[in-house]
């Protein structure tokens, strides 16, 4: 019994350490480049929580219609989540290649996740879809592969 209470006791104080390293702020201390990205694709949807790494300085934004957008300490957005039916609005998508492909091949599909993955030379885009799909794109929008 003095074991157990002594890894919940821990487990609690891990979990809480976690959170530390983030700082809950105004949307004022958001980068402006990354209030005009919310501004122009959320438009009128309400701020849930605006949290602040503080390890890193990136941002994580979460938003009223279950929307959680990620951005780097400059303010550029990272990755675009929304897993309701509506999934992540289209006016995100962008190479316009990126978009054209995903309507051609998978009409009837959201968009659940849109993420930039930079890597040391160059940056691909990820696309989760509602099936459970993951494609990888070039920087151009181009379709590379179906990740497994």
Known sequence: MKKLMVLIFASILGCSML??????????????????????????????????????????????????????????????ENRNLSGVPTSVLMPSKLLVYLKTNYPKDKVFKFEKDSGLFSFEYKVKLSNGLELEFDKEGSFLRIDD
């Not at 941002?59 to 957008?69: D, P, Q, R, Y």
């Open 19 to 80: 959170n530390a390293n983030e700082t809950p702020i105004t949307q004022k201390q958001l980068p402006v480049i990354a209030q005009n990205y919310v501004k122009k694709h959320f438009s009128g949807i309400k701020y849930l929580s605006l949290l602040k790494d503080n390890e890193d300085g990136e941002f994580e934004v979460s938003l009223a219609n279950g929307t959680k957008i990620e951005f780097n300490k400059n303010g550029e957005w990272k990755s675009v």
